[in-house]
Each structure stands twice: as structure tokens, then as C-alpha cells.
């Protein structure tokens, strides 16, 4: 296991296209070339608001770009359901379980239930019946000449005599109410069971010895280096990419390529660590495939660290859409980093990536509770429901509400690899006898923090 991380820092002062809002030259970053991670280091990282697009890893400038990424995470061992995020769940159970015709008859049931009850709730409706066939019966009486005799009168003593047919209808009326309140009793008991469900109870689609109509699995698959597994799976993987970008994201197929693939999913500058203390799969980059009926429908880009499981990206094929995608593989991945945490107990949360207000299509992030957003002044974690009242007065906002500060960093104690020997900046100017890097060198210090700043080991020609 390498024990060192290298990097190559790049300045970026100019604007360019900023992805959520269109405008052409309102988007600023600064980004790194990772030659190599270790995990921890980029766990450091992303907690500095960091983020990696394959081995190029990047900060959004946050008070000078027009959409802010505030990186946000959610405690995963203390996730709670939304009744969207049941509803979802419960719907791809049923697709998986129920088949098409018996959905359809229920359908059927459901609308011959509406059909007989409807008549009896209309009063007007009944009404307008009974006067329509007393007229057909004084109708009958008329035709066929009888008459009939008068009687002395009603006894007052007792109940008015009503017509067989209002008798029949009233006791149907009265059976019908019965089962109305038994089914309302019954769907009282299944919303409280469904309430007690935990997420993984939910994800557990298919009870053990059953016959699915669907089959749904969910593989997990080293990206980098490239499990076997993964080499196998390659061409699969990248139509699915491919389908996806064309049609989700309108990129024309000369952006859709195996190569840009690579670059932008495959590739990683995380190396593969294992220890005694951390999951079975280990740390490091991953793909998580989604298989249904053994076909590919979907894949989560996600990296394990040693605290969280971060995603990086899911792509889909748009004919399962119906499915919500989005929503259910983040559904697994939090229920995923529940799992790691029973063998790694320090790894406890799940980064959603960037968090951005200003964005009616990324603000479903914040949907997942309980979340945190990175306050991009102090670098501490501010409970998302406190975030949300200042981001709505303003797009960029100071988060932490203490008069905490980011720690100054002396760039003498930055670490620097300078012809293949790691040093301290300080020994690097006396042996390169230049300082026109200086500011330079300041700027990355200050984004990557003090712990960071010891750690990596900056690239100097």
C-alpha cells in the first residue's frame, strides 16, 4: 500500500460555462492532477470541499461563482425514510414481485368495488331510481285494469312498511360502510408496520424462498485497479454510459466516447488499501451494477473511504426510468454505507457530492435527512435546515454560525516531491534558488488545508 499521495496543482483565475445555470463564463475552480491518493488523504480532502472527476480532482471557487457547490453529506446510520422515498421503494417491490396481469385485475377489482358503491353513496342518484320505478309500476297497474281497494288507513303505532327494493339497498349500503371501516382499521395497521420498517427492510424486495417475477441484484466491482469482474462487464457498462449521455444528457456521440469513458468513470487516483479495521471489499474506487433479469441497467460510481461512501456519479439506462433511478440507487448507497459500517465503524456517512441552492434540480439532495452542508469559511458541518433560511437570502453564505476559522497554513511545512525526493518547501527554494512560485504555492496551501498541506506531496519540476 502507497503511503503518499502526489499531486499537480493548476490554477484557474479565468470563468468558464457553468453546467446548471448556462451562463458562459460565471463558473470558477481551482483544480489538482492526482497522479496517485491515498484514501485518507482524499477524505481530507472532500472535507475541504474537494471533489474528484476522474484523476482530476477540483474546488469550486465559492464566493465568486454564480451557482455554489456546498459539498453535503448525510448520516447514514441515522437516515430517515421520507414518504416519497417509501412510496418509491414499495413501487419497485411491486414491480418485482407482482406480475402485469394480477396488477391488472386488481385494477379491474379495485373499479368494480367503485362501480357498485358509487350508486349508493349518490342519495340523488337513489332518489331519482325509486320515483322512476313507482312510475313504471303505476304504469303496469294501468295497463292491465286493475284497481285497488282502499283500506281503512297506516296504524300510527307502527313503522312505515318500505318497498323490498329500498330494504335490500340499505342493508347493501349498511354491509358496504362495514367493510369501509374494516379495510380503513386494516390500512391503519399497515401504515404503522411500514413505519416501523427500516430501510433495509424496505431494500429487502423479495422474502427468502420466493419465486420473483423479476430478479434484481446489485454487484459491487473494483474500477481501479480492474477487478476481473469489472474487465468482463467493460463493454456493457460503457453502452449503458453511452445510452444514457445521448439521451438523458443530449451529449452528441462524439462526447460519448470508450476513452472519455474511461477518463471521466474508470480512471481513479485512489490506490486499493485494505486493513484489519475496514470493509471486506476494502478502500478504494468502485463500480456498483445493477442488474435486472441479468441484464445491465444501471451503474453507481462510488469511492469507499475510511468515513463515508462518496458517490461520483450514476448513469442508467433511460428505459428503466420509470423506476426513479436517481433516487433508489441513492436509497442503496445509503443503505450500502450501513452495511460497510458493521465492519468499519468509523465509516458512518454518505457524500452526495455538491449541494447547490441556487439549483431547483439539485436541491433534492437536501431530501435526505439528516444532512450537512460544508460551511466553505470554517470547514465545519452545519445541519442542512439551518443552511437553507441564509442560501435563500443569498447564494453564497457563511454557514457556521461561531466566529470559527479556517487555520492559516506556512507554506515552509507544505510538502513538495522535487526530483523524486519529498522535502519541505523551505529545503525546496534554498535547492531550486527560485521563489517565483511563491504565490503560487500560498494559494494551494491555504485551498488544501494544514493537515493536507502535510500529507500530499505537491509536484515541483
Not at 78 to 89: G, H, I, P
Request: proline residues 5%.
Amino acid at each position: 500500500m502507497s503511503s503518499y499521495s502526489v499531486v499537480e496543482y493548476f490554477a484557474e483565475h479565468e470563468g468558464y460555462r457553468c453546467g446548471y445555470c448556462g451562463s458562459k463564463d460565471s463558473n470558477y475552480s481551482h483544480g489538482m492532477w492526482a497522479h496517485q491518493l491515498t484514501c485518507q488523504d482524499y477524505q481530507d480532502l472532500i472535507d475541504r470541499g474537494w471533489r474528484r472527476s476522474g484523476k482530476y480532482v477540483y474546488k469550486p471557487t465559492m464566493d465568486k461563482m454564480c451557482c455554489p457547490s456546498y459539498t453535503i453529506k448525510c448520516e447514514a446510520l441515522n437516515f430517515k425514510l421520507s414518504k416519497s422515498q417509501k412510496k418509491l421503494l414499495k413501487k419497485v417491490t411491486k414491480y418485482l414481485t407482482v406480475k402485469d396481469s394480477e396488477i391488472e385485475k386488481t385494477s379491474q377489482a379495485d373499479d368494480e368495488v367503485e362501480g357498485h358503491t358509487r350508486p349508493a353513496r349518490d342519495e340523488a342518484g337513489a332518489s331519482h331510481g325509486r320515483q322512476e320505478g313507482e312510475k313504471q309500476k303505476e304504469g303496469k297497474n294501468a295497463t292491465s285494469g286493475k284497481t285497488t281497494t282502499p283500506g281503512a288507513g297506516a296504524d300510527p303505532s307502527k313503522p312505515k312498511c318500505k318497498k323490498a327494493k329500498l330494504v335490500r339497498m340499505e342493508k347493501k349500503m349498511k354491509k358496504l360502510e362495514t367493510q369501509s371501516e374494516a379495510q380503513a382499521v386494516d390500512g391503519s395497521k399497515s401504515k404503522q408496520q411500514n413505519a416501523e420498517k427500516s430501510l433495509e427492510d424496505l431494500l429487502q424486495h423479495v422474502e427468502p424462498g420466493s419465486n420473483p417475477v423479476h430478479n434484481l441484484e446489485v454487484k459491487l466491482v473494483r474500477s481501479s485497479p480492474r477487478s476481473a469482474e469489472f474487465q468482463r462487464t467493460f463493454q456493457q457498462a460503457y453502452e449503458v454510459y453511452a445510452k444514457y449521455q445521448t439521451t438523458i444528457h443530449k451529449d452528441p456521440p462524439t462526447k460519448c466516447t470508450q476513452k472519455q469513458y474511461t477518463r471521466f468513470l474508470v480512471d481513479s487516483p485512489l490506490e486499493e488499501e485494505n486493513s484489519d479495521d475496514g470493509p471486506d471489499c476494502g478502500y478504494g474506487s468502485f463500480h456498483q451494477q445493477y442488474w435486472l433479469d441479468g441484464k445491465l441497467i444501471a451503474v453507481g460510481v462510488v469511492d469507499i473511504l475510511p468515513n463515508c461512501l462518496s458517490s461520483v456519479y450514476l448513469f442508467y439506462d433511460p428505459d428503466y426510468n420509470f423506476l426513479s433511478p436517481g433516487t433508489y440507487s441513492a436509497l442503496q448507497e445509503i443503505g450500502f454505507t450501513r452495511e460497510l459500517h458493521q465492519s468499519a465503524p468509523a465509516l458512518q456517512y454518505y457524500y452526495m457530492g455538491f449541494y447547490i441552492h441556487s439549483c431547483p434540480k439539485m436541491k433534492y439532495k437536501g431530501n435526505y435527512h439528516p444532512s450537512y452542508l460544508l460551511c466553505p469559511e470554517a470547514y465545519t458541518w452545519v445541519p442542512i435546515d439551518k443552511c437553507q433560511p441564509k442560501l435563500d437570502a443569498s447564494n453564497y453564505a457563511r454557514l457556521e454560525e461561531t466566529d470559527k476559522a479556517d487555520e492559516p497554513v506556512d507554506i515552509n511545512e507544505i510538502m513538495v516531491l522535487h526530483q523524486r525526493q519529498a522535502m519541505p518547501y523551505m529545503i525546496y527554494k534554498v535547492l531550486s534558488k527560485s521563489r517565483s512560485d511563491t504565490e503560487e504555492v500560498k494559494e494551494y496551501a491555504q485551498f488544501v488545508g494544514k493537515k493536507c498541506g502535510r500529507s500530499l506531496l505537491l509536484y515541483r519540476a
